[in-house]
């Protein structure tokens, strides 16, 4: 049976965002290769998203975002969450806190070792500094002349340079390039801005002449097209009702996240056949792995009252004028905010060599729905865990592209990060006791201050309460070597022809820092994949 479609492209891209805007812009650099990118959503240059501060004005994230709630979590007394995902050019990487931070070496080495060979430290390096401009760091290890601007947060809070100093009298090494550091190390955060604006992948990677490339913005992917075992096309559905399909002549591309592109393989007959079947969708490809190995950073924010004025009150009325001043004049402040000023990686142990602890911190209370919560001047340190042990999954409810999928986050599932994250609450507060931030120190917030080490039980209850999900959902579509991964290393869906999947949903195993440099690395490395095998078929036998 011959598919007939209404147009088609060598490649199609599914997902505009982190990864999926790089896949599609390095394809359609290439002479003569014509690419067709599908966004759900539209642009992400929104000024609200754009400015980091002007986020916590934005009303309407069903605008800007996919709103899952969570199946409640077992593992935190039942708790449902909202989990906020990217829906525009450009992904999450237009809506999150923009920290750049690709993680430890020893995180793609564990990729490899998992079975994701190539994918080691020496593999993965060079597609980090294909996507960095990060002018001012050591050339040798650092990229000066891709898409994505990189530099220093340019105007951290005074309290996070005092921070940053009881860090380093508390052990932890200060450096000043946290994106060299091979285990524990604290420093001013780095952020993906240019003169206080935000550098999504689309600002980075779409807004230049791509003659090769489409986008169809608005237009969402129901189902994959397949024929003879092999990914031919898309069945898409555009937000007016309309309806086409695309068709492929190279390879189709899933750049749709952690969540939708497992919903999308799944919908597609790509999963566990059995679940499948009970939803009336016919096996294509008995993938059991499909949509399980869901990790992410479970955090937990550790709230100070201090004596100097924080950020905390910067949504009133009579801040404005001052923060919208300082923007202009000198892009900074708080308008310019990333979700951390100092980060750190950190060992429960307090060993330097094995870090297991990422510490978020920042001259506010805890953010919700992307505004700073209280009215006091509050400075937060929020641990969260590194390789998390606890597993949680996405799976689908219904056939219907309609039906959001289904997600157990079970952050805290494994016992052993329970622990962990209750003895990080001691840690934070024997760092934030160190001069010279403690000269501004008035006592802990949250928890309650007389809770001790000694409380074991009230701090575990608590941390169930607290601990939420720091939107870096990952390992979905697991990639490695042996027969059950989903995607074997060069990304390809194992069982069909012409399907790769290329974003947070490959990752073996999450890494120890944000996600979004990893993932667009990933999509640097899967354009460099594609583009190889595509030469190297094209090149004449001897």
């Not at 598919?3 to 003569?32: H, K, M, N, P, W």
């Not at 924080?310 to 708080?334: N, V």
């Amino acid at each position: 049976m011959t598919t007939e479609f209404e147009t088609r492209a060598d490649y199609v891209v599914i997902g505009g965002g982190s990864a999926g805007a790089v896949v599609a812009s390095r394809l359609a650099e290439q002479a003569g290769t014509s690419v067709i990118l599908v966004e759900a959503g539209g642009s992400g240059r929104s000024p609200f998203l754009m400015l980091p501060g002007a986020m916590t004005f934005v009303k309407d994230w069903s605008r800007h975002a996919w709103l899952y709630a969570t199946e409640p979590d077992p593992s935190r007394g039942g708790r449902v969450d909202t989990w906020k995902r990217g829906r525009s050019l450009g992904g999450s990487s237009s809506i999150n806190g923009l920290i750049w931070a690709r993680g430890l070496p020893r995180d793609f080495d564990s990729w490899a070792a998992l079975g994701a060979t190539g994918w080691g430290w020496d593999g993965v390096r060079d597609s980090f500094m294909k996507a960095e401009q990060a002018l001012g760091f050591d050339a040798a290890e650092r990229g000066q002349q891709g898409p994505v601007w990189v530099e220093t947060f340019r105007s951290p809070h005074p309290l996070s340079r005092d921070l940053l100093e009881a860090f380093g009298q508390a052990g932890f090494p200060i450096v000043a390039d946290i994106n060299q550091a091979r285990s524990s190390a604290a420093a001013i955060t780095q952020t993906n801005q240019r003169g206080g604006i935000r550098q999504s992948t689309e600002t980075a990677y779409l807004r230049k002449r791509l003659p090769g490339l489409r986008i169809l913005q608005r237009t969402r992917a129901q189902r994959l097209l397949i024929a003879g075992g092999r990914a031919v096309g898309a069945e898409l559905r555009r937000d007016d009702g309309s309806e086409l399909r695309i068709g492929a002549n190279c390879e189709v591309i899933v750049c749709a996240g952690a969540i939708e592109s497992p919903a999308l393989l799944l919908r597609s007959g790509i999963g566990p056949a059995d679940p499948l079947r009970a939803l009336s969708i016919a096996p294509v490809v008995d993938a059991p792995e499909v949509g399980m190995n869901m990790q992410d950073h479970p955090d937990l924010y550790v709230e100070y009252a201090v004596s100097q004025p924080t950020y905390s009150d910067a949504g009133r009325w009579f801040r404005m004028p001052g923060i919208g001043l300082q923007f202009l004049l000198r892009r900074s402040g708080p308008a310019t905010s990333p979700g951390t000023h100092v980060f750190a990686y950190g060992s429960s142990q307090r060993r330097l060599d094995d870090p297991d602890l990422l510490f978020f911190t920042g001259p506010f209370g805890q953010i919700v729905e992307g505004a700073f919560t209280g009215r006091q001047s509050m400075y937060s340190v929020t641990p969260s865990i590194c390789r998390p042990h606890s597993r949680g999954r996405v799976w689908l409810a219904d056939r219907s592209p309609d039906v959001a999928p289904r997600i157990q986050p079970n952050l805290l599932g494994d016992e052993r990060d329970l622990a962990l994250i209750v003895d990080a609450i001691g840690w934070v507060d024997e760092i934030v006791g160190k001069a010279p931030f403690a000269d501004s120190l008035r006592g802990r917030v949250r928890p309650r201050a007389a809770l001790r080490a000694s409380d074991r039980a009230e701090l575990e209850a608590f941390a169930r309460a607290a601990v939420a999900t720091c939107h870096h959902s990952c390992g979905t579509c697991r990639m490695g070597s042996d027969e059950r991964s989903v995607v074997d290393p060069s990304l390809k869906v194992r069982g069909l022809a012409g399907l790769r999947v290329a974003d947070a949903s490959v990752f073996p195993q999450i890494t120890s820092g944000n996600l979004n440099a990893p993932v667009i690395m990933v999509g640097e490395r899967a354009a460099d994949l594609i583009r190889q095998e595509r030469r190297s078929v094209a090149r004449p036998k001897p």
